[in-house]
């Protein structure tokens, strides 16, 4: 994580590594594979945020009033922004 340009603690099990650890992690890997494993990730990711941008625009039009009400809409206006965050 980065607060304020300062590194706050691990980014990656793979930072400290060097490029020849980093190469020998790779290096049997199926690129054709890879690919599709990453266009997988990538559709995944698109359908989470279809799947929050969906959830948060549902939650505005909830028929409930009160306290409660109020704290449900505020924790559901942070889903788009956590789905976003996973990604």
Do not use: C, K, Y
């Amino acid at each position: 994580m980065i607060d304020s340009g300062e590194r706050v603690g691990r980014v990656s099990e793979f930072e400290g590594r060097s490029l020849e650890e980093l190469a020998g992690l790779v290096a049997g890997a199926d690129p054709r594979a890879l690919m599709a494993r990453g266009q997988a990730l990538l559709g995944l990711a698109e359908a989470l945020n279809e799947t929050g941008a969906v959830i948060a625009g549902r939650i505005d039009r909830v028929a409930w009033e009160g306290q409660a009400a109020d704290a449900f809409r505020e924790w559901g206006a942070d889903i788009p922004q956590a789905v976003q965050g996973s990604g």
